[in-house]
């Protein structure tokens, strides 16, 4: 039963990457994410990009619970922010505040997903817990309760609510 629910987070995930993404970009975000990926160890880890207004600033997919339910959160860099079910239809959307914003900013560059582990479970499970799926800068990580990392909390704490 797990198995299907991870199938179908990544189902979802790939539909919303494929709509996010479907807006005549240049290709420059996905050549851009190859080359950070592997900084040189002398290098300094490079502040996130800040996209433009209309580009997602991150993505973040939410998994399971008691009922099994998926829903997504995507925020753009002007703070629009738009909830997803677990059919990428919109179930809600709004606007963050300039200082919701901010907060945001600042959890994902604290967060460091460049240098965070793509896949953090070694926690203790959480029985009808979440998985979320976390997508920023060209990065994704996945985290399930009971092993979010505390940068990533920050970072949770400051999205908007994945269900309303």
Not at 37 to 61: F, I, Q
Request: proline share 10%; glycine share 12%.
């Amino acid at each position: 039963m797990r198995g299907l629910r991870v199938v179908g987070a990544a189902l979802v995930s790939v539909v919303v990457l494929c709509a996010c993404g479907a807006g005549g970009g240049s290709g420059e975000a996905s050549a851009s994410p190859t080359a950070s990926a592997t900084p040189s160890a002398s290098a300094p880890p490079s502040p996130s990009p800040s996209p433009s207004p209309a580009e997602s600033l991150v993505r973040m997919t939410r998994t399971g619970g008691f009922a099994g339910r998926t829903s997504s959160v995507l925020v753009k860099g002007d703070g629009s922010w738009t909830r997803l079910d677990g059919d990428a239809k919109p179930t809600g959307s709004g606007k963050l505040t300039p200082e919701e914003l901010e907060r945001l900013r600042s959890a994902l560059a604290a967060a460091d997903f460049a240098h965070l582990p793509r896949v953090s479970k070694s926690g203790t499970p959480v029985y009808d817990g979440f998985e979320y799926t976390i997508v920023h800068g060209g990065f994704e990580v996945v985290t399930a309760d009971g092993s979010v990392p505390p940068s990533l909390q920050d970072v949770l704490s400051a999205l908007p609510p994945s269900e309303g």
